[in-house]
């Protein structure tokens, strides 16, 4: 993490393969022991599969999984504990991807 970086949220698991940590630099986590790393400032979206949700047959309070899209990388799949932590991650990263498009519109 870097030094400046004030962390905002974090999400360790009992398992301690699958985690996911939030600060104001990056967004970085673990699925299954296979770490992902995103500059804040990269993030586009944070979207849900809710035709796979009805799928399950799981409401949306039990959701687990967000799709994160990047200005130039694609999409990335993070797990989170469902309710509350999902859906404060999810409001945080859908303010981000507002601010990051708001600044490219701008720019060009």
Do not use: F, H
Not at 11 to 38: H, K, Q
Not at 39 to 45: E, K, L, Q, S
Not at 90 to 105: E, T
């Amino acid at each position: 993490m870097l030094p400046k970086a004030l962390k905002i949220r974090g999400y360790p698991s009992s398992d301690s393969v699958n985690w996911l940590v939030l600060t104001t630099e990056r967004l970085v986590w673990s699925i299954g022991g296979e770490r992902r790393e995103l500059a804040a400032d990269v993030i586009r979206d944070a979207t849900a599969d809710l035709k796979q949700l009805q799928r399950s047959e799981r409401s949306k309070l039990e959701m687990r999984q967000l799709q994160v899209a990047t200005i130039r990388d694609g999409e990335y799949s993070i797990e989170l504990e469902a309710g509350a932590p999902l859906s404060g991650i999810w409001n945080v990263l859908k303010n981000l991807g507002a601010r990051n498009r708001s600044a490219i519109k701008k720019a060009g």
